[in-house]
């Protein structure tokens, strides 16, 4: 019984944490870079791309952490080394914020996934 309500604990903090950081992830990337990305054509397709792939990596680890998870990292991954190398690799905090908001939610759902199995 304890095990169960450790990995629900895990499995709420990842669903209300991975809300949170994506949404504020969606206010910044509408704010502040849409504009940007909307001028260069040869990077909107990229880049949009891998937000679509975070998002289903999100949807999907609602029901299958473990996949879920591994797609959020991988594709949190991928979208801050895209978007640090599109910026020139002069800004870094640009690959923070388009990775940690995938990468960390991508964490705790295998974290909540490892304490069930």
């Known amino acids: 019984m304890a095990e169960q309500t450790v990995n629900k604990g895990w499995q709420l903090a990842a669903r209300i944490l991975s809300v949170i950081l994506i949404a504020g992830f969606l206010y910044y990337f509408v704010t502040n870079e849409y504009m940007r990305l909307e001028n260069m054509s040869i990077e909107t397709g990229p880049i949009y791309f891998m937000i679509f792939s975070v998002f289903i990596g999100f949807l999907v680890s609602w029901f299958f952490e473990m996949i879920g998870g591994l797609v959020l990292i991988v594709g949190g991954l991928a979208l801050g080394v895209y978007a640090f190398l599109s910026t020139g690799g002069d800004n870094p905090m640009t ?3 388009y990775t940690v908001p995938f990468v960390v ?3 705790l759902f295998l974290i909540s996934w490892f304490q069930r199995s």
């Open 95 to 97: 690959a923070v914020v």
């Open 105 to 107: 939610p991508g964490f």
